[in-house]
């Protein structure tokens, strides 16, 4: 599979769950659409946008299972999270809750919203590692007051890489007054999705990470009686420019000023073409990811001496792996950890490590272009780290 992948021949790429990757085909589509736009920018911006949008937006509402009037297309999880947590009318002492394995972006966005209302943060302590789903459910029940009147919930954690209960998590907050966001930053792709059924107040979730569209695409699903008081973190033609055919909250949200909007216009191409990649489509596809990487855990946990840190029930397509004492407590001298650099200087490996409490772990990623010798090189390299 790793033809069809743009990544450098000579990188050992197992870190796809920051920044995707995205498929030689669906890169050429993105490339002829620019070339389309440069070519008459008005007819493709102006024009005749709206009508080729609409098309992708079916066929993301079918992969996530939604009603297309309540998706919109933002450029990436982060801009969506904005866009909800800013459109909180919070009051004095309000509680927003969110937990210790959050990612912190969208938790700095929870903290400035906070502050402004004089609203608070209340974390809860998710235990990592953890034993079982419950436990998940209830660290966050126990973090709950009568205060609380907003949650943002991960769907799968981005350093930890667990997948969260999440139908239980948002239908015990709502039997307590809770409305809730769940930052699905990398479920579409990793996790079959039904947002219809699943039903939290909003749900975003990336396009660029495991359905390996261009960066920049990005979705946001509202629940219908959650749409009206909700503001783009752009606001500007669509608060009075109602279009025909479309939401009112689809008309805030489509058009922020001139961009490019070729990662979006690329997304359905790019969940068709990597759902034919496996006979089985694509719950062949997240079958494959997340036996690979329940596979590589197992490799790395014994290489490295380590326990995993949660049942494999509890994995998606990523896994994070504890590191042994001789990890902990590196002299710091740049943002990057330096095994982290060694790795890719010396050995073309590209694997992060991470930080969660006061342990370190690494994670990694797995995905079409990957294969099982990939893992086994990073576990012979880590032995010559010191």
């Not at 801009?79 to 927003?96: E, F, G, K, M, Q």
């Not at 590692?129 to 660290?139: I, Q, S, Y």
């Not at 699905?184 to 495991?210: I, Q, T």
Request: glycine share 6%; net charge positive; hydrophobic share 45%.
């Amino acid at each position: 599979m790793r033809q069809h992948w743009a990544l450098d021949t000579e990188l050992v790429f197992l870190n796809h769950g920051s920044f995707g990757a995205c498929p030689k085909p669906i890169l050429a589509l993105q490339s002829s659409l620019r070339q389309q736009m440069e070519a008459s920018p008005v007819q493709f911006l102006w024009r005749h946008l709206e009508s080729r949008l609409q098309p992708v937006r079916q066929t993301l509402a079918g992969f996530v299972g939604a009603r297309p009037r309540d998706l919109v297309f933002v450029t990436n999880a982060t801009c969506a999270v904005n866009a909800v947590v800013r459109s909180w009318p919070l009051r004095r002492n309000d509680a927003v809750l969110t937990t210790n394995l959050d990612y912190n972006a969208c938790r700095n966005v929870l903290t400035e919203s906070a502050r402004r209302a004089g609203a608070k943060v209340i974390v809860a302590q998710i235990p990592f590692p953890v034993g079982k789903p419950d436990h998940v459910l209830e660290a966050i029940l126990r973090a709950v007051t009568p205060r609380t009147r907003y949650a943002m919930i991960d769907h799968v954690t981005s350093a930890s890489a667990l997948v969260l209960p999440i139908a239980r998590i948002v239908s015990e907050l709502s039997a307590r007054g809770i409305e809730t966001l769940v930052d699905g930053a990398h479920a579409p792709g990793m996790l079959p999705l039904n947002l219809s059924a699943l039903r939290p107040a909003w749900y975003c979730g990336n396009l660029h990470k495991w359905v390996c569209a261009p960066k920049g695409s990005a979705f946001l699903w509202a629940r219908e009686d959650c749409q009206d008081t909700l503001q783009p973190a752009v606001i500007s033609h669509g608060n009075n420019s109602p279009r025909p055919g479309f939401s009112s909250f689809q008309d805030r949200f489509d058009w922020a000023g001139t961009f490019d909007p070729s990662a979006w216009l690329c997304v359905a191409e790019a969940i068709e073409w990597l759902g034919r990649r496996l006979p089985g489509g694509w719950p062949a596809v997240r079958r494959h990811n997340h036996a690979l990487a329940s596979q590589a855990r197992r490799l790395l946990c014994a290489a490295l001496e380590v326990e995993a840190p949660c049942p494999v029930g509890m994995l998606g397509s990523m896994a994070t792996i504890p590191l042994p004492e001789r990890f902990q407590n590196p002299r710091r001298s740049s943002t990057v950890a330096p095994e982290q650099i060694r790795l890719h200087e010396d050995f073309g490996i590209e694997v992060p490590f991470v930080s969660i409490g006061t342990r370190r772990f690494l994670r990694i990623s797995a995905h079409l272009h990957n294969h099982p010798a990939e893992y086994a090189f990073l576990a012979e390299s880590l032995k010559t780290l010191n």
